[in-house]
C-alpha cells in the first residue's frame, strides 16, 4: 500500500493520501501539512518536514502469507524494496532526491496514516528538490 504525505505538490492540497493502483487514483484521508509530524515519528529526522511529498509504504503481510505462509514475510519485504527502488530510480529520472528510511515509530506512523490494524509501514522515502 502507497501513502503519500504531501506539503506542496502542484494541483494537490496539503494532506495524506492513500493511492488506489486499481485506477491510479488518490484519496485524500486527511488535510493539512503533516510532514513535521511524520518527521517527528521518523525519530526527530527534521529534513522531512522540509520535503514536499513523502512516500510511506505500508503492507499487510496476510495477503502474502495466505498463499506462501511464512515465507510470504520475506517475499512482503522483497516487493517492498523493489517498489522503494523503482520509486527512487523515478525520482532521480525526475531531477529530483529522496533517501530511504526504515527508522520510525512504527504506532505513529500507523495513526498518522489511520492504517488499518493489519497494516504495517515499512519505507518511508522523503521526495525533493536536492540542495
Known sequence: ??????????????GVYHYH???????LMLRGNYQM??????????????APVSVVIAAEY?????????????????EVGHVGENICLQVVALGLGT???G????????????LPG???????LPVGWVK
Open 21 to 27: 493502483p486499481a485506477n491510479h487514483t488518490l484519496d
Open 103 to 114: 527508522a520510525f515509530r512504527d504506532d505513529e506512523v500507523s495513526r498518522l496514516l489511520s
Open 118 to 124: 493489519n497494516y504495517k509501514p515499512l519505507y518511508v
Open 37 to 50: 509530524t511524520l518527521a517527528k515519528a521518523c525519530l526527530g529526522q527534521m529534513f522531512i518536514a522540509d
Open 1 to 14: 500500500e502507497l501513502y503519500l504525505v504531501v506539503k506542496k505538490v502542484e494541483e494537490l492540497e496539503a
Open 62 to 78: 496476510e495477503r502474502t502469507t495466505a498463499k506462501y505462509g511464512k515465507r510470504g514475510l520475506r517475499y512482503v519485504h522483497i
Open 99 to 101: 533517501v530511504t528510511i
